[in-house]
Every structure is written in structure tokens, then in C-alpha cells.
């Protein structure tokens, strides 16, 4: 539950706060995405196509429709902030692999000597690129690598049902694509990108890009 002890950056507070306006279906899974665009005093973009329900009397909730034209070849600029992971096999067979934070897995397959002088902020921007432009071939768009970067790279603690917290890395990213496949694309502006989606990452904004 929402209380006074949770602190606004903590990820579970806009997790639960926002859970709260679609608290009229608490059995449904989630269905959609979230972007918190100030701390105090709590703002966010919602992305979902049922209407938000302000059970809680605290909200003021505008909504507008999200049905943007796409086709194939169609050049956008996107802002994105993402969980980027890379899935590790586990050691002995028959057990279960996991993710893994994509620039600390990258940082800590260098040499000792090369990760004495190279933190992971520095490989942040072309790792991040290399993963998102990975994402894209799957989910019907084409990177334009020059003309995007990895702003921020940041480390978080997720809870992890009862079990040891995980820490993992989220990427802000600004750049320009091309959409390949409408219908692809289409489904990961409704579904998102990357992981940890129900604590406000993975929405992908996009508009038309600025002329040249």
C-alpha cells in the first residue's frame, strides 16, 4: 500500500500510486505504461487503453487519444527510458538463467587492467545504442545510431517477491529511428521496451523530427 514511510524516489511508490487508477480490475494483469515526469509534486504520463479511475479523490487526470500513423520508412525522434538487460546462462545445467544489467555485464567482461581506467558510465552510450538498435530489429525499427545517445545511466533496486532486492540499470535515450514495421512498432509503443515496465520505464515517446 501507498503510506508516509514510502519515499517519492523510491520505485515502489510510483509503482503503486499509478497501480491505483486502474484499481477497479485488481485481478487483470498490467496493461499499461507509465513515465513519471516529476517527483514533487507527482506527475506522469499514462499510456493504456482503459480509462484511469481516480479511486483515491487525489488525482487531477487529463486524457487525450494516442493513435499515431505509422507506416513503413516513417522517420521519428523518440525519448526513452529503459531497463536494458543482457541474459546470462546459469553455470550448471538444468538451472535457470537470468538477467543481468547490459553495461555492468559488458563493464565487467573487460580486463582488470581496462576496468581500472573505463567506468561503466563511460560504455554506457555505445552499449546502450548496440542494445536498443538489437531491440529495434525485433520490434520494427532502425536505430539511427548517429544521431542517438545514451543521456544518463542509472542504477536501481527493484524488489523481487520476496526475495533478494535486484539491482539493475536503466538508459535515457534520445535520438531519431525509422519505423520498418508498422505493426511491430505499434505493439511496443503499447508494450514498451525492456524490462521492470510496471516501475515506469520502457515507454518509447516519440514525435515528427525537428526540420534540419
Not at 503510506?3 to 517519492?8: F, I, L, N, Q, V
Not at 529503459?82 to 541474459?87: G, L, Q, R
Request: net charge positive; hydrophobic share 40%.
Amino acid at each position: 500500500m501507498v503510506g508516509p514511510r514510502m519515499r517519492a524516489d523510491d520505485p515502489s511508490f510510483a509503482h503503486k500510486l499509478i497501480w491505483t487508477l486502474f484499481a477497479d480490475a485488481p485481478d487483470a494483469s498490467r496493461d499499461f505504461l507509465f513515465h513519471v515526469t516529476e517527483r514533487q509534486p507527482f506527475q506522469a504520463l499514462v499510456r493504456s487503453e482503459r480509462q484511469p479511475v481516480d479511486g483515491l479523490g487525489c488525482w487531477k487526470i487529463e486524457t487525450l487519444p494516442f493513435q499515431p500513423a505509422l507506416r513503413s520508412g516513417l522517420r521519428l525522434a523518440f525519448a526513452l527510458n529503459a531497463v536494458a538487460t543482457k541474459w546470462e546462462k546459469a553455470a550448471q545445467s538444468g538451472q535457470r538463467g537470468r538477467p543481468h544489467d547490459a553495461v555492468m555485464a559488458e563493464w565487467k567482461a573487460l580486463p582488470a587492467e581496462r576496468q581500472r581506467h573505463v567506468s561503466p558510465d563511460e560504455i554506457a552510450d555505445p552499449v546502450g545504442r548496440d542494445w536498443l538498435a538489437r531491440q529495434g530489429a525485433v520490434l520494427g525499427f532502425d536505430l539511427d545510431h548517429d544521431q542517438t545517445r545514451v543521456l544518463r545511466y542509472e542504477r536501481h533496486r527493484f524488489p523481487n517477491k520476496g526475495r533478494s532486492p535486484i539491482t539493475v540499470g536503466s538508459l535515457s535515450f534520445q535520438g531519431e529511428l525509422t519505423v520498418t514495421a508498422p505493426a511491430a512498432f505499434a505493439k511496443a509503443l503499447k508494450e514498451g521496451i525492456g524490462r521492470q515496465k510496471a516501475f515506469g520505464f520502457g515507454m518509447l515517446h516519440i514525435a515528427l523530427p525537428s526540420p534540419s
